[in-house]
């Protein structure tokens, strides 16, 4: 059960997002495999590390409680519990932590230096470490999410392939964009009850605009970015692919307002989906 929980506490269950995104900025780059698999080992480490980190200050920041007002079990995850409920140390997330940053920095040690890589890997490492203690504090962690999730895996991947272009830039900020509002649909149950929780989410939440609503504009959006970045000739135009992952979006919007914890899942299918039906499109079309 230590074993479980401590897996639980890791969010390993984000590696399939790792695993597209790095693909989408390879395959964006002219693709190579070895580039690929450095890139998704790189960007996972940073990512747990963070989850580490995150159950271990949120408990410290007193999100996680449990209290009534404490943080919400996901229908994905219930790392948020672990260290309350004594299943976890704070001790155990700390050198977790530390050993998923140890070991993202040498697999980016592999790679020869350049200045854009380099550039890139800071930018992950610093969203990882400064997401908990700054970003979700000032309510903020969407453009975490964005410049990490998003820009970071894509655009690292791309540079592992070849130097940095505006290609690699516009396929990071389709993917942030999608990463970004992600967290704030992931954050609609805990804006209802967790007073130390705060994000766009509490914004809309008070406007009183239905979730559906919001993922709407998410859907809309990253397409009509999408179609203006390959009109100027950012992306290729076999990336719009994209495009077939509307029916599941449809069915998404519709779960949200009826049942939200299927409509968060089948929002985070759809998510991946959009980079996995890029990436065929860019290197079938």
Known sequence: ????DWVIGGRFFAAPWILVNTLFGAVLAGFHLGAWMLAFGTMLCLLTAAHYMNAWRDFARGVDT???EGSVAKVYTAASRL???GRMTTRCAEISALAFFLIAFAFFLL???RLDRALIFILGM???LSYSDFWK???LPEPALFMGHGMATCTFAFALVQPLTVVGAAGGALLGLWAGFMTTIDQWIDIKKVEKARSLAEL???SGIKISGLWWFIVTSSLVMQLGFVLIGWLPRGSLLTVFCLPLAHLAGIYLDADLDKGVLLG???MWLFAVFGSLGVMVL
């Open 83 to 85: 260290i309350p409920e």
């Open 204 to 206: 809309v939440f008070v």
């Open 126 to 128: 610093a969203m990882a």
């Open 137 to 139: 504090p000032m309510g």
């Open 66 to 68: 449990l209290q009534p």
């Open 1 to 4: 059960m230590k074993l479980k």
């Open 111 to 113: 790679a020869p230096f």
């Open 268 to 270: 985070l299918l759809c």
